[in-house]
């Protein structure tokens, strides 16, 4: 159907690409391929959306140690840039001819004085197939203090030669189009990992796990834009095929479809990425700091029989079988005269506002029934931060002489809402183990089918542009045909929506930060 108008183009309007040679096999190139005509290759250029970055060849060739400093079997440093041969042939025996990706061992010199520094280990990868894209050259060397500072130095005599700035070798992979902004996002967050299932999702997003259905689906909506300038530019004189709307409307629906499918994932990837913010609240004296004692295994916060001890939020890093876990400490909730204790009934109540999971406990000596052993009466206070996301703790249930009626449980669920009631004692440790296992089944069942998602959302700017781009579909789907001009527009503005996820364009104020989080030597 379309073979007739893409031959009309091509024929009526044939002009040279406005891209150079050398960025053909550019993966940020949009290109169409079932459109190689040149009427479209306006579309797919940096003057109309910016998909291009052309790297700017730096001067200097950057050094940096790429190992964490300090005392070390061996430290690593990393060499980059137009020069960075000179390392080999001013500093070892090895000639400009060395071969790639083969280790060497040899001793190592001042470029200038011809002092021995140390002997170890040299390669060198050359561009662009290099993480950076330039010649790369590394030194394996002693880890000792003195031997890195050395070396260090005997780089830095070298002309043309400087330390790299914070993540300047992630920089100069992203301006050489060796890594997109994802997948340095990702290798920023495989960093600072310090659970498996961040491992695991940063590992996927730096190998590209975004960026390749990101990618393709903004190069649909630039094939359903193509054809939608045709249209608009050659639609009444050439008398064009009303089809190629209605496949373009098509495309279009199923286009938001998929993207709205990916937003529906109970921000699953950002909870792991960031971490489960885990709220402790209840009364005072119920066993709160006793509790967060006994999941972080050490004297985190202060334990005493006064009530109000706890002020401020106390806050533990855990491991919770994978799922990183910030838990906060709170203050006891109820009415004071005490301006600093209510200033952190306060604080405890903007924390729990924030919760992904609030864990309320209640001292079992001190819930009160109704007479007659009735319902269990909760302090008004209490009972309106505990809904359907809340993990009730019955604790203290040492201070019983016998087991705990499980109708009080019962009652407790009924009476306040709370997603599930356990009894523990933070004394003894009773109950605590079956309240995890409980609460990372619950973790699992919640957020493993959104994690089993190959395309995980893991940043607020990622779901921000990607609703950004749903919005800009709608608009373009609700125009009427005779508006099919702003309707090009809207297609424009989806289609750089998604270019701001993979950094194709507007993300130099994003790149400022991101690099700064990587150290020197990376």
Excluded at 15 to 43: D, E, K, M
Excluded at 109 to 135: C, M, W, Y
Excluded at 238 to 248: A, K, T, W, Y
Excluded at 270 to 295: D, H, M, T, W, Y
Aim: charged share 25%; aromatic share 4%; net charge negative.
């Amino acid at each position: 159907m379309l073979k007739p108008l893409f031959a009309h183009l091509r024929r009526q309007h044939a002009r040279p690409r406005l891209w150079t040679r050398q960025h053909a096999n550019s993966r940020c190139c949009c290109s169409i391929p079932a459109v190689t005509g040149a009427p479209f290759a306006r579309w797919t250029t940096t003057a109309s959306l910016n998909t291009l970055r052309t790297p700017r060849p730096p001067i200097d060739t950057i050094y940096a140690l790429s190992t964490s400093p300090g005392k070390a079997g061996v430290a690593v440093l990393r060499v980059s840039g137009p020069d960075a041969k000179k390392t080999l042939t001013q500093m070892t025996s090895l000639t400009s001819s060395v071969d790639a990706r083969r280790a060497y061992f040899r001793r190592i010199h001042h470029p200038s004085s011809g002092h021995l520094l140390d002997k170890g280990i040299v390669l060198f990868f050359p561009g662009p197939n290099s993480f950076t894209g330039e010649d790369i050259v590394e030194l394996h060397i002693h880890g000792g203090n003195a031997v890195v500072k050395s070396v260090l130095g005997a780089l830095g005599a070298i002309d043309h030669f400087r330390m790299a700035e914070p993540g300047e070798f992630a920089k100069r992979a992203f301006d050489n189009d060796k890594l997109d902004l994802t997948e340095l996002e990702g290798l920023a967050d495989l960093l600072n990992a310090e659970t498996e299932m961040q491992q695991r999702l940063a590992l996927r997003q730096a190998e590209g796990g975004l960026r390749i259905p990101f990618d393709a689906w903004r190069q649909d909506i630039i094939r359903c834009m193509a054809l939608t300038e045709a249209v608009i530019d050659f639609g009444e004189d050439e008398n064009i095929e009303d089809d190629v709307l209605l496949d373009v409307n098509s495309k279009v629906r199923e286009l938001r479809m998929t993207i709205m499918q990916h937003l529906d994932d109970q921000h699953a990837g950002e909870i792991v990425r960031n971490g489960l913010q885990v709220a402790i609240v209840g009364p005072p004296n119920a066993g709160k700091s006793s509790f967060l004692n006994r999941l972080a295994k050490r004297e985190a916060a202060i334990v005493s029989d006064i009530p109000g001890t706890t002020r401020d939020i106390v806050e533990v890093k855990m491991d919770l079988q994978g799922y990183p876990v910030m838990v906060s400490d709170t203050a006891g909730l109820r009415e004071s005269e005490d301006r600093i204790e209510m200033e952190g009934v306060k604080r405890a109540q903007a924390r729990v506002a924030v919760a992904d999971i609030k864990i309320c406990l209640l001292a079992l000596p001190s819930l009160v029934r109704d007479a007659g052993g009735g319902a269990v009466r909760v302090d008004p206070m209490i009972r309106k931060i505990i809904d359907d996301d809340t993990y009730l703790l019955v604790n203290k249930v040492d201070a019983s002489q016998g087991a705990v009626d499980d109708t009080l449980l019962r009652q407790l669920q009924t009476a306040t809402g709370a997603k599930r009631v356990w009894a523990i004692s933070c004394a003894t440790g009773q109950g605590i183990d079956v309240f995890l296992a409980g609460l990372v089944k619950d973790l699992e069942t919640k957020l493993q089918p959104c994690l089993a998602n190959p395309i995980l959302i893991t940043q607020a700017r990622h779901r921000q542009h990607l609703e950004h781009c749903v919005a800009c579909l709608d608009t373009y789907l609700e125009m009427p045909e005779d508006e099919i001009v702003l309707g090009a527009e809207e297609l424009r503005q989806a289609a750089n929506a998604l270019g701001r996820i993979t950094g194709r364009i507007d993300v130099e104020d994003i790149l400022d930060a991101l690099f700064s989080q990587f150290c020197i030597g990376k």
